[in-house]
């Protein structure tokens, strides 16, 4: 790293210390955090132990008491806070309880350099090691998978505290305030379209020094009642908005080219998708076929964008041909069907006094449709390949 570059870095970032009665570790770490750099931000957060006296030992660091304990999550938001009324641009978190070594920070700088851009870095730990606890590496894969659901971005440590943010890219306000906003605040973050990336570093478990604050069943289900809360936003609005924007960036033929002739998945996973699809977005799930079609085609492996692609075949134009195809259709198996014409209104209410001639045909037709767009997709694909080989 050149010496101007590394010196902007290093002149951007502060560190930040959350610290909660960890009385054992906490000068140490200040000490080691102190050899690279003087730019620290010690968050107190009403700690009951001898922590307000070694902190008088380093009254030339920027420090924040709190009188009472608030939470990781109010520490790092105060942090956050002040290290921007501080004119930093990026903040390293981390832990005061001896876990992380303070001489990891220049590969926080340096990996930070090589991405030339906004990045917000993870420490990411050998979960494998000797002395690490087996709930925390549980915890950890928990983690993972759900970040996964919910950005589409696959990382190997996703609870270390031990972390870069870039503060200008974060989002305005957060709402959570305990070990849960750790959580909140990549995912967040990761939906906005900054990159979220791991980097490898050294973790000490001393069973004699460490003091863990987290309390597995209280803090589990606060983090699992989170991540209920963010897949429920990542169906319903972040998927389809992210598809929209893909969607409307390109024109139709290159939507065809590159996301279905040059996808990567077999012939029949990309038959099945938009067959999926066009089933969901006829059948009569009115308002959930987003949410269905985004969870079946990850339950079934299938392509996301795809299904979601078709199953918008029920835009307003084409509703009152689906609606009118189903009561036809429902008419064949329904004895008390009535005669319709398609020149005639087709309003709410002559689908609620045709109700179950409606349920019946839009199944039906659901099928048929998917049927003939799979089968169809499946040869137009082969004999598509066939043709550029």
């Not at 992380?100 to 420490?123: K, Q, S, T, Y």
């Not at 803090?219 to 209920?228: G, H, K, M, Y």
């Not at 964008?305 to 009118?324: E, K, Q, T």
């Not at 349920?359 to 049927?371: E, K, P």
Request: proline share 4%; aromatic share 14%; net charge positive.
């Amino acid at each position: 790293m050149e010496t101007n570059v590394k010196d902007k870095i290093k002149a951007e970032t502060c560190v930040i210390i959350p610290t909660y009665n960890n009385q054992k570790t906490l000068q140490r770490v200040i000490d080691g955090v102190l050899n690279h750099t003087q730019n620290i931000i010690i968050v107190n957060d009403g700690s009951t132990d001898e922590t307000f006296s070694i902190l008088q030992k380093y009254t030339p660091l920027t420090q924040i008491h709190f009188s009472e304990n608030k939470g990781k999550g109010v520490a790092l938001r105060e942090g956050f806070k002040k290290a921007k009324q501080l004119s930093f641009n990026y903040a390293i978190t981390i832990d005061s309880d001896g876990q992380h070594f303070p001489d990891d920070i220049p590969f926080f700088w340096e990996a930070l350099e090589a991405e030339n851009n906004d990045v917000l870095l993870i420490g990411s730990r050998n979960m494998n090691q000797d002395g690490v606890p087996k709930k925390s590496s549980f915890g950890n894969k928990f983690s993972n998978f759900w970040f996964w659901f919910e950005t589409g971005i696959t990382l190997e440590d996703t609870q270390s505290g031990y972390r870069l943010y870039p503060l200008n890219a974060l989002p305005k306000r957060f709402y959570t305030r305990k070990f849960e906003f750790e959580i909140e605040v990549i995912v967040r973050t990761a939906w906005k379209g900054v990159s979220v990336k791991n980097i490898p570093i050294n973790i000490l478990y001393d069973p004699n020094e460490r003091v863990s604050h987290f309390r597995p069943f209280r803090d589990f289900s606060r983090i699992s009642v989170l991540n209920t809360i963010l897949v429920i936003i990542t169906l319903l609005y972040i998927k389809p908005r992210d598809f929209f924007r893909k969607f409307f960036k390109k024109k139709f033929k290159d939507f065809v080219r590159e996301d279905i002739l040059a996808s990567s998945d077999s012939n029949f996973k990309i038959a099945a998708s938009i067959a999926l699809g066009v089933f969901i977005g006829i059948a009569p799930f009115w308002g959930f076929q987003t949410v269905l079609t985004i969870t079946l085609a990850t339950f079934l492996r299938l392509n996301k964008v795809l299904a979601f692609a078709f199953s918008n075949i029920s835009i307003p134009p084409m509703v009152p041909i689906i609606i009118f195809g189903s009561l036809e259709i429902g008419a064949l198996f329904v004895g008390s069907a009535k005669p319709l014409h398609f020149h005639q209104s087709i309003t709410l209410d002559v689908v609620k006094s045709n109700l179950s001639q409606y349920l019946v045909g839009s199944f039906v037709l659901a099928t048929l449709a998917a049927i003939v767009f799979g089968v169809g997709s499946y040869f137009l694909l082969s004999l598509s390949k066939k043709s550029t080989n």
